[in-house]
């Protein structure tokens, strides 16, 4: 037994007591998690992996029910800390619910137990390479992927979107030429509204440079990168009273 | 001249036999057949499927997509309880996306809204292909994952081209080919079926695997469930 498992298995064991909320969207969509706190004009919600803050005007109604997260956190409870078995069928369990934390959480513990398993270090990504794991960016590494701009790919891709980019430019310039100075204003002014409008919208931009999923001609739409951790909007802070001088 | 003329018409009329001995349209006929036939998909109203998405190590997320005629698409996406709808009403397309901070529906972007609408095609380009407007050119035939295959290029009234891979035994489709920009990119995107399987008199694959040239990542959806005709409320798209 390692001892990384005896702490870990209070982590994966803290949020036992919790139950979950389906919190139902006006637009569509739903947010599975714990009601951390609530006002008038915000709900806090810990989905198992981070919090999100939802306006309550997106809110159409909420209802109190299980959910696998719930039934992650009892089987986990029921499991003792030194069975691989059972922590291995849990991370796949996990893993078929669309609960990757979780999944990653319980193979962790399959780890911690058996270093050398082998369908839990492939679940967390890693490669076996002359006797040792390597992590899933070590691999792509050893595989001749580089990493540009957050996203890994052969150098040949790179450098296509590079030249890509180049060419672009090089149309561009000659084009704001032609067009002269006045008109050469006028596109800044777009071209900047354009890139403002495309930092707004998150899907255009991979939010976290994490893992980006690219929707084939059968499926999808979907989100343009695997939500690894939840997208938490700053909200605004309440002005503090003026203090009277 | 009569001589230009005749090699000519040899020469068209081979053109068949370096393709397989298969024309166009007896391609197209045999993969619709193939799929369950063109009159039965044209009879269908309605499409639900779920299923997963994998896109790696403890990437997995659950799935479903609905189609409904005319034109109408919504898919869903849950992670880690979180729930993203995508969805096109035939003329506009809008998304919620609480994994992205998005609570209020947002329209959806141009090369979304393509995507969307594509797809909002219930019995695939294939049916009808002439009546809607598109093109399909025969390429040729070539290896793909070990099988032979016609290679058919499509392009779609709204523009986009896509090039199918039909086996030339099972006159499946194994392979499509598109090409899309995604975030200021031009991507060659290679989706690959597999583990057809046959709902109401219609087959569909079960497995969909779509990868980008000169990316490690893969996105592999399993189709765990279809209905074929099920009662869907258009308000769902709107």
């Known amino acids: ?29 739903k947010v599975s998690g714990r009601i951390l706190s609530q006002t008038e004009t915000q709900l806090e919600i810990d989905i198992g992996f981070g919090q999100v803050g939802v306006p309550m005007s997106s809110v159409a109604r ?86 540009f701009e957050g996203e890994w790919m052969t150098p040949a891709a790179q450098q296509a979107i590079l030249a ?29 509204e354009a890139r403002a409008q495309e930092a707004a919208d998150p899907s255009l931009v991979v939010p976290y440079a994490a893992y980006p999923v690219y929707w084939g001609p059968t499926w999808g739409p979907g989100p343009p990168a695997w939500p690894d951790r939840p997208a938490i909007r700053p909200q605004p802070r309440p002005m503090p009273a003026r203090v009277p001088r | 001249m009569r001589r230009t003329c005749r090699i ?25 057949a193939a799929r369950g036939g063109a009159e039965h998909w044209q009879a269908v109203r309605s499409l639900r499927m779920t299923g997963r998405a994998v896109a790696g190590p403890a990437r997995e997320a659950l799935v479903s997509r609905e189609i409904l005629r005319p034109g109408r698409v919504r898919t869903e996406f849950t992670y880690q309880g979180v729930t993203d709808v995508y969805a096109y009403d035939g003329e506009r397309g809008w998304y919620v996306s609480p994994s992205t901070g998005m609570f209020e529906a947002q329209p959806m972007a141009p090369e979304n809204l393509r995507l969307a609408a594509d797809q909002a095609d219930i019995e695939g380009p294939l049916v009808g292909w002439r009546s809607k407007g598109h093109r399909v050119d025969l390429v040729g035939k070539e290896t793909a994952g070990g099988r032979e295959a016609y290679r058919l290029r499509t392009t779609l009234a709204g523009g986009t081209v896509r090039d199918d891979l039909i086996d030339a035994q099972s006159f499946l489709i194994i392979r499509t080919d598109t090409t899309r920009r995604v975030r200021g990119q031009t991507l060659r995107l290679e989706t690959t079926f597999g583990d057809y399987k046959e709902s109401s008199g219609l087959w569909f694959p079960h497995s969909i695997v779509i990868t980008a040239r000169g990316r490690p990542q893969a996105l592999r959806i399993i189709v765990d469930t279809v209905e074929v005709n099920p009662p869907i409320d258009e308000k769902r798209f709107r």
């Open chain 1, 1 to 29: 037994m390692h001892r990384g498992a005896s702490w870990m298995w209070l982590i994966v064991l803290l949020p036992a007591v919790l139950r979950a909320d389906d919190i139902y969207l006006k637009g569509g969509g």
């Open chain 1, 164 to 192: 890509e980019r180049a060419a672009a430019s090089e149309a561009e310039r000659a084009r704001m030429e032609a067009e002269g100075r006045a008109a050469e204003a006028d596109a800044r002014a777009r071209e900047a």
């Open chain 1, 62 to 147: 909420i209802e109190k029910k299980r959910s696998p997260l719930d039934d992650y956190h009892d089987r986990a409870k029921a499991l003792a800390r030194d069975d691989p078995n059972g922590w291995l069928d849990l991370a796949r369990w996990a893993s078929t619910h669309g609960l990757g934390t979780q999944a990653r959480e319980a193979y962790r513990m399959v780890l911690a137990i058996d270093p050398d398993s082998a369908e839990a270090n492939a679940a967390m990504g890693r490669v076996k390479v002359d006797g040792r794991w390597m992590t899933e960016e070590e691999s792509y590494r050893a595989r001749g992927f580089v990493q």
């Open chain 2, 8 to 32: 000519a018409i040899v020469v068209t009329g081979l053109l068949p036999a370096l393709a397989g001995a298969q024309t166009l349209d007896e391609i197209v006929a045999r993969h619709l």
